[in-house]
């Protein structure tokens, strides 16, 4: 929903991003200990202290952490004392950043902290992503998250709208433009590789990764105190669709051009535009349901083809499209975020800098 | 800025029972989910987005169950937010749908949190095996059982206090037909011979382990002006957390549930809460935590709070009745458990909780909180929308 639409009273910006590098394993930090460089970054970058944030919200996932209630010490990094207005959603920190977007629009905050975090490495992330399929029908197969990208793929092929060629095009030019992101994972040449689920290669699929992400949000004059060129949010906007896949088009993304819709995102052209689209095939699907076209920089950062940590890499898309905007880089710019196997839910934020 | 007034048109609830066989947890929630649409006289169309609240996915073993439930909750092609919160999750996930109407974002909300514990093992899913950080040992009971001696040690209050909340909220269960226990042979000195658990807390003081759901619809001031029954209106409503443990923390009367009361009271112009609200649904796990809260939201002194639960104060005809609906004493799935208290209140001041209505019930406040003594969620809710 855009701005204009909702209430019309309040201009909120993103005025800050951090994150971690993203590593394949981290066993030598706790979550908490992941965290807490991040929160202090984003922090730094405003001058703010924690007592001075009017509303904190996070995004994390018990499944990875291998038990309940994980983001609960996590919030001891945040030093929630005196007791702070908070809350947390069980999604990536995308929708933590949705949440908090609302908390300011009610006038009830003025600053906004959002963190995500996710530590895929302790388990086995494509045994672990069955856990979130239909319990009685699905999950008991075990299909993993590569075999239905897979399957996503092969309908694209299949519909004549991509091939293994161009799949693997899309694999190299994300990890050439992520050798100039230090905190990707997979950068610069790296091999395609044999089929993982055919017709996924190695170099179809993300890396697998541990990471941190925060932001801060801000309204109105606040945000200019804060940051020299706010990010502002000119509309954000989520949809989900049906779970299962028989009954869903998997090569079109209707619930990611509805959220795209309602944050206004086609009211003008964007310049830029993150994507979190984890398998090279889902950004053929995405790249057309958002009617991107070849004159938009598309995840100048390296996108999740680069770094996909599991929680995070949608709010980094949020953050990565900021920092554009921070830097001068970009005016208008797209962000995206996606949950659930092959695209189910898609969040779009659109992104702007004042004229220069 | 002004914000939209908020207002409860719709309520629904699941009877609560030990084990759901009979449904799978899709099944579960759209009982729920279809219950507050007929309550509110809406069919799914008129649902903008839909939130939904649950305490921890292990309790089902389904990561992320929101991702399975959207064709369940009409929620495809419409925004889904899921709340995590731990115990508090049921008020948080009310109180995010309610941000979403405030905030003129959507104008009429599905808010719904449900609990299947029949479909794994809770006590498994609350151990958490992790080097160098304190275990929970035998579930939540251990947990809190230390910080009601410290409230007996520190108030002066007689053992015999814990055993009254409990035979209270039992036959106040008995009027209210989704309660999941339904003690008809329950008496004071059942309570008081039942095994001990976790000293001093008892079997019978202990909640249940519940499946079930609530839901609510949420919508703004047009929405409730189309409403066929009174709606319940959101006076007030905040969440405040702080960290799990640290050497200041007050678990007996934690300093965010303080905080917490006081915003929701400042928001409703409340400025003696022990005069100006009717009712209170109070999230009471284990019998003592009735007088605690009773301190901690200001119905009473510190040190005070039992002797209002002693003198019949908060018995269901009494001057501040607590826990109408039987409480979470006796209903808890434990993700619905927030919500419940939440939609009760509602109930209340609709004038639509059946048997356990309270008279003149004009302003309720529905209580939650979760962790370790760390997370609240509350709202006060009122007959007559909020005046500004």
């Given at each position: 929903?855009?701005?204009?639409?909702?209430?019309?009273?309040?201009?909120?910006?993103?005025?800050?991003?951090?994150?971690?590098?993203?590593?394949?394993?981290?066993?030598?930090?706790?979550?908490?200990?992941?965290?807490?460089?991040?929160?202090?970054?984003?922090l730094?970058?405003?001058?703010?202290?924690?007592?001075?944030i009017?509303?904190?919200?996070?995004?994390?996932?018990?499944?990875?952490?291998?038990?309940?209630?994980?983001?609960?010490?996590?919030?001891?990094g945040?030093?929630?004392?005196?007791?702070?207005?908070?809350?947390?959603?069980?999604?990536?920190?995308?929708?933590?950043?949705?949440?908090?977007?609302?908390?300011?629009?009610?006038?009830?905050?003025?600053?906004?902290?959002?963190?995500?975090?996710?530590?895929?490495?302790?388990?086995?992330?494509?045994?672990?992503?069955?856990?979130?399929?239909?319990?009685?029908?699905?999950?008991?197969?075990?299909?993993?998250?590569?075999?239905?990208?897979?399957?996503?793929?092969?309908?694209?092929?299949?519909?004549?709208?991509?091939?293994?060629?161009?799949?693997?095009?899309?694999?190299?030019?994300?990890?050439?433009?992520?050798?100039?992101?230090?905190?990707?994972?997979?950068?610069?040449?790296?091999?395609?590789?044999?089929?993982?689920?055919?017709?996924?290669r190695?170099?179809?699929?993300?890396?697998?990764?541990?990471?941190?992400?925060?932001?801060?949000?801000?309204?109105?004059?606040?945000?200019?105190?804060?940051?020299?060129?706010?990010?502002?949010?000119?509309g954000i906007?989520?949809?989900?669709?049906?779970?299962?896949?028989?009954?869903?088009?998997?090569?079109?993304?209707?619930?990611?051009?509805?959220?795209?819709?309602?944050?206004?995102?086609?009211?003008?052209?964007?310049?830029?535009?993150?994507?979190?689209?984890?398998?090279?095939?889902?950004?053929?699907?995405?790249?057309?349901?958002?009617?991107?076209?070849?004159?938009?920089?598309?995840?100048?950062?390296?996108?999740?083809?680069?770094?996909?940590?599991?929680?995070?890499?949608?709010?980094?898309?949020?953050?990565?499209?900021?920092?554009?905007?921070?830097?001068?880089?970009?005016?208008?710019?797209?962000?995206?975020?996606?949950?659930?196997?092959?695209?189910?839910?898609?969040?779009?934020?659109?992104?702007?800098?004042?004229?220069? | 800025?002004?914000?939209?007034?908020?207002?409860?048109?719709?309520?629904?609830?699941?009877?609560?029972?030990?084990?759901?066989?009979?449904?799978?947890?899709?099944?579960?929630?759209?009982?729920?989910?279809?219950?507050?649409?007929?309550?509110?006289?809406?069919?799914?169309?008129?649902?903008?987005?839909?939130?939904?609240?649950?305490?921890?996915?292990?309790?089902?073993?389904?990561?992320?169950?929101?991702?399975y439930?959207?064709?369940?909750?009409?929620a495809?092609?419409?925004?889904?937010?899921?709340?995590?919160?731990?115990?508090?999750?049921?008020?948080?996930?009310?109180?995010?749908?309610?941000?979403?109407?405030?905030?003129r974002?959507?104008?009429?909300?599905?808010?719904?949190?449900?609990?299947k514990?029949?479909?794994?093992?809770?006590?498994?899913?609350?151990?958490?095996?992790?080097?160098?950080?304190?275990?929970?040992?035998?579930?939540?009971?251990?947990?809190?059982?230390?910080?009601?001696?410290?409230?007996?040690?520190?108030?002066?209050?007689?053992?015999?206090?814990?055993?009254?909340?409990?035979y209270?909220?039992?036959?106040?269960?008995?009027?209210?037909?989704?309660?999941?226990?339904?003690?008809?042979?329950?008496?004071?000195?059942?309570?008081?011979?039942?095994?001990?658990?976790?000293?001093?807390?008892?079997?019978?003081?202990?909640?249940?382990?519940?499946?079930?759901?609530c839901?609510?619809?949420?919508?703004?001031?047009?929405?409730?002006?189309?409403?066929?029954?009174?709606?319940a209106?959101?006076?007030?409503?905040?969440?405040?957390?702080?960290?799990?443990?640290?050497?200041?923390?007050?678990?007996?009367?934690?300093?965010?549930?303080k905080?917490?009361?006081?915003?929701?009271?400042?928001?409703?112009?409340?400025?003696?809460?022990?005069?100006?609200?009717?009712?209170?649904?109070m999230?009471?796990?284990?019998?003592?935590?009735?007088?605690?809260?009773?301190?901690?939201?200001?119905?009473?002194?510190?040190?005070?709070?039992?002797?209002?639960?002693?003198a019949?104060?908060?018995?269901l005809?009494g001057?501040?009745?607590?826990?109408?609906?039987?409480?979470?004493?006796?209903?808890?799935?434990?993700?619905?458990?927030?919500?419940?208290?939440?939609?009760?209140?509602?109930?209340?001041?609709?004038?639509?909780?059946?048997?356990?209505?309270?008279?003149?019930?004009?302003?309720?406040?529905?209580?939650?909180?979760?962790?370790?003594s760390?997370?609240?969620?509350?709202?006060?809710?009122?007959?007559?929308?909020?005046?500004?």
């Amino acid at each position: 929903m855009t701005r204009e639409e909702s209430s019309g009273v309040r201009d909120i910006a993103v005025v800050a991003f951090a994150q971690t590098d993203v590593l394949r394993t981290t066993d030598d930090v706790s979550e908490v200990e992941m965290l807490m460089p991040v929160l202090h970054s984003v922090l730094d970058r405003t001058g703010l202290k924690t007592a001075d944030i009017g509303f904190t919200c996070s995004g994390s996932s018990d499944y990875l952490a291998g038990r309940a209630f994980s983001f609960t010490l996590a919030l001891d990094g945040v030093g929630a004392w005196p007791p702070v207005s908070e809350s947390h959603v069980e999604m990536d920190g995308a929708w933590a950043l949705y949440e908090a977007w609302t908390k300011l629009l009610t006038g009830d905050a003025d600053t906004a902290l959002v963190y995500s975090y996710g530590k895929s490495s302790p388990g086995s992330l494509r045994d672990v992503l069955t856990r979130q399929l239909d319990p009685y029908y699905v999950a008991p197969l075990w299909p993993d998250s590569v075999a239905l990208a897979a399957l996503q793929a092969q309908a694209l092929i299949d519909a004549g709208a991509t091939d293994e060629n161009a799949l693997a095009a899309i694999g190299a030019r994300s990890r050439q433009d992520a050798t100039a992101n230090s905190h990707a994972q997979s950068r610069g040449p790296v091999p395609q590789g044999d089929y993982v689920v055919r017709p996924l290669r190695t170099g179809d699929c993300p890396p697998i990764g541990d990471a941190a992400a925060a932001v801060i949000l801000a309204a109105g004059e606040r945000a200019r105190q804060l940051c020299e060129r706010p990010a502002w949010i000119r509309g954000i906007d989520h949809r989900i669709e049906a779970h299962a896949l028989g009954v869903r088009d998997l090569t079109d993304s209707p619930s990611a051009r509805l959220a795209a819709e309602k944050a206004g995102a086609f009211e003008r052209p964007v310049d830029t535009a993150e994507l979190h689209a984890p398998f090279s095939a889902q950004e053929v699907v995405l790249r057309t349901a958002l009617k991107l076209g070849d004159d938009v920089r598309v995840n100048p950062s390296g996108g999740a083809l680069a770094a996909n940590p599991m929680m995070a890499a949608g709010l980094i898309r949020i953050g990565e499209a900021a920092a554009r905007i921070h830097r001068g880089e970009s005016d208008r710019a797209l962000a995206h975020a996606t949950s659930g196997p092959c695209l189910q839910q898609n969040l779009v934020a659109v992104l702007e800098g004042e004229p220069r | 800025m002004s914000k939209e007034p908020v207002a409860v048109v719709g309520i629904g609830q699941t009877k609560h029972v030990a084990a759901r066989r009979d449904v799978s947890i899709a099944g579960l929630v759209r009982e729920a989910a279809l219950s507050a649409l007929t309550d509110a006289e809406l069919t799914w169309a008129d649902i903008d987005a839909v939130v939904i609240g649950k305490a921890p996915d292990f309790f089902e073993g389904v990561m992320m169950p929101e991702l399975y439930l959207a064709d369940a909750l009409g929620a495809v092609g419409k925004p889904m937010l899921r709340v995590h919160t731990a115990g508090s999750v049921g008020g948080s996930t009310a109180l995010v749908a309610a941000n979403l109407v405030a905030a003129r974002v959507h104008g009429t909300v599905l808010t719904l949190a449900f609990e299947k514990q029949s479909e794994s093992n809770a006590m498994w899913g609350l151990s958490l095996p992790i080097p160098f950080q304190q275990p929970l040992l035998a579930g939540a009971g251990g947990f809190f059982a230390p910080h009601v001696r410290a409230y007996m040690r520190r108030s002066g209050a007689p053992d015999t206090v814990g055993s009254l909340v409990a035979y209270k909220d039992r036959r106040n269960a008995l009027k209210n037909p989704y309660a999941h226990l339904h003690e008809h042979d329950i008496t004071l000195e059942k309570v008081q011979a039942s095994p001990m658990l976790w000293d001093p807390i008892r079997y019978s003081e202990t909640c249940p382990s519940s499946d079930g759901a609530c839901a609510m619809i949420l919508t703004d001031r047009a929405g409730a002006a189309r409403a066929p029954r009174p709606p319940a209106w959101m006076l007030g409503g905040a969440m405040r957390s702080e960290p799990t443990l640290f050497a200041g923390k007050d678990a007996v009367s934690p300093q965010a549930g303080k905080d917490c009361a006081a915003d929701v009271y400042r928001q409703a112009g409340v400025t003696d809460p022990r005069r100006d609200i009717d009712a209170v649904e109070m999230y009471v796990p284990f019998s003592w935590y009735e007088p605690m809260w009773l301190e901690n939201l200001g119905f009473a002194d510190e040190g005070e709070g039992w002797k209002l639960t002693e003198a019949g104060v908060t018995e269901l005809d009494g001057d501040l009745p607590v826990n109408m609906s039987g409480g979470v004493l006796s209903t808890n799935p434990i993700g619905a458990s927030g919500m419940i208290r939440f939609a009760e209140a509602a109930l209340q001041v609709r004038g639509q909780a059946g048997e356990h209505q309270v008279e003149r019930a004009g302003k309720v406040l529905g209580h939650a909180y979760g962790g370790g003594s760390q997370f609240f969620a509350m709202w006060l809710v009122g007959a007559r929308p909020p005046q500004s």
